[in-house]
């Protein structure tokens, strides 16, 4: 088979866990095939780059193999090519130490609050 409809072969590869997810992607304007926006029922081939935007990261990947059902995890990775950007790094807020209180100490006097918020980088009221 020389070509496969895009959210069948979306779901082939495992870039979603169903095909209804696909498809509901490709509805929602979250996926684009060769730089237009893509319906569920858009044929791909070898050669087409496929954008799918959503979920933790963009994802760009190459149509090698058009595939229709669902194979395994090594067959699938032989599917296509990934030309996706690498990971954002993680939340820089997790890297910051936050204040912690002692545990019992009850709730934050008002001054308490204000200086967390000050620390935190909040605006105080």
């Known amino acids: ?19 209804s997810l696909a498809a509901a992607a490709c509805k929602a304007g979250h996926v684009r095939v060769n730089g237009d926006k893509a319906k569920p029922s858009q044929l791909v081939a070898p050669g087409d780059e496929v954008h799918v935007r959503g979920g ?18 090594a067959l699938a990775a032989e599917a296509l090519e990934d030309h996706s950007p690498p990971p954002a790094p993680r939340h820089q807020a997790e890297a910051i130490p ?28």
């Open 1 to 19: 088979m020389d070509k496969a409809r895009v959210d069948s072969w979306m779901w082939a590869v495992r870039l979603f866990r169903s095909r």
């Open 98 to 125: 936050l204040a912690r209180r002692e545990r019992g100490s009850g709730r934050p006097t008002k001054a308490e609050r204000r200086q967390l918020d000050r620390l935190r980088g909040r605006p105080s009221h």
């Open 56 to 73: 933790p990261r963009e994802r760009i990947v190459i149509v090698v193999k058009p595939l229709v059902k669902r194979v395994g995890a």
